[in-house]
């Protein structure tokens, strides 16, 4: 949702600045949201979040504002002017203003549909097999950017690397984090969850329990993990992006879906094991339905096999180069052939990396 930038006067009756805040707030996004300034905020800065309940999927930004000659500025993620306040606000710490200002508003685009390498783990321990309950679905709006799981010992975990924040004005439910590269993952429905305004937390922190808390709007049943993935300040559709070396396939209508591991399938319904998040250099191999894959002294067929990976295997690339054109999985065709680790060569054809360019740049 689009919403354009807008200045609102501090009313002369408030008993302090962040009253004001709020009320700049509620004038963008309506009566019916709810405001959490952080304490952090003063009579020239503010932060917090802002979230909009509704009966289906709430809606959730962060926000930063400045106040000039009794007028706050109100920047909502996705937004160009918050990428700006953030960079400059004196509130913020040299983490966030880092992070948050180097959001690309309105990059969603070419991209992000040529590169979804996410470097992410499933929202779980790494070695736990939890049930995939539901497939992609929305958060707000229309993009299916969401999945659900549960099960295993019910902790929820930090995917990536970022910056953490409680959403719901409760502090219960939702955590947000904000990861580099223009991802941020969302965690509803936490029971027992982590109370954070900005905190860093390492990949596999402990975020929460499964739940059905709906602090924040929305329906439960069942305990589980509401995992969403945001791109350049908004929801995106998580068709096609992997998690736990698990690659999430849309199929149906929402909640319908499926995960590939290599060749491996599994609907919903069914388990996904957590094999660690996949590096950004690495790929795991798709051989589309077969066992194993020919290693090559060189990128082409015209050179000898000197081994084999087997469908699934993580591999490390070096390098790329141009060789003989393959065709792998949903008649993806490519030139493109990969140099490992151990100095062999396989087509990228058969090796999933999130993107059909190279990962580790050209071989000179």
């Known amino acids: 949702m ?42 020239k800065w503010g932060f917090g979040t802002a979230v909009r309940p509704t009966s289906a999927y709430p809606e959730g930004w962060l926000f930063v ?18 990428a700006t306040l953030s960079a400059a606000s004196a509130i913020l710490t040299g983490d966030e ?18 590169d979804r390498r996410t470097g992410m783990r499933l929202p779980f321990a790494v070695g736990q097999t939890w049930r995939y309950t539901g497939g992609p679905h ?15 010992d019910g902790k929820v975990l930090a995917a990536r690397a970022g910056l953490a924040y409680t959403m719901c004005r409760s502090g219960r439910g939702w955590v947000r984090v904000v990861h580099d590269r223009g991802y941020a993952t969302d965690y509803y429905h936490l029971e027992g969850n982590i109370k954070v305004d900005g905190k860093r937390v390492a990949e596999g922190a402990f975020l929460g329990n499964i739940g059905n808390d709906v602090s924040c709007g929305g329906r439960s049943t069942g305990k589980h993990v509401h995992f969403s993935l945001r791109r350049d300040g908004a929801y995106t559709a998580i068709d096609k992006y ?26 919903v319904g069914g388990g996904l094991y957590n094999y660690g998040a996949l590096g950004l250099a690495q790929g795991v191999v798709d051989t589309d339905g077969g066992s194993t ?4 002294s060189g990128p082409g067929t015209a050179n000898p096999v000197v081994g084999t990976v087997t469908d699934g ?10 060789g003989t054109t393959h065709t792998g999985r949903n008649s993806y065709a490519t030139d493109l052939w990969n140099k490992l680790a151990d100095g ?21």
Not at 99 to 110: D, I, V
Not at 138 to 152: H, K, N, Q, T, Y
Not at 244 to 267: E, M, N, P, Q, T
């Open 65 to 82: 504002a400045r106040r000039e000659t009794g007028v706050w500025r109100i920047a909502l993620e996705g937004e160009a002017e918050f």
């Open 97 to 114: 203003r880092r992070t948050l200002g180097a959001t690309k508003a309105g990059a969603r685009g070419a991209e992000s549909t040529t």
């Open 293 to 296: 894959l020919n290693r090559r």
């Open 313 to 322: 295997d993580t591999v490390t690339i070096t390098c790329s180069a141009r």
């Open 344 to 364: 062999s060569w396989v087509s990228d054809a058969y090796v999933w990396t999130g993107t059909g360019a190279p990962v580790n740049g050209l071989c000179t």
């Open 242 to 267: 992997s998690f736990g070396k698990w690659v999430v396939v849309a199929s149906g209508g929402a909640y319908d879906g499926a995960a590939l591991h290599g060749s491996k399938r599994v609907v």
């Open 138 to 152: 929305p958060m707000s709006g229309s993009a299916r950017s969401s999945i659900d799981l549960a099960g295993g």
């Open 2 to 43: 689009a919403l354009s930038l807008v200045g609102v006067a501090t009313p002369a009756h408030a008993a302090a600045p962040r009253d004001g805040l709020v009320a700049a707030v509620v004038a963008r996004l309506g009566p019916s949201v709810q405001v959490n300034v952080a304490p952090r905020s003063t009579d």
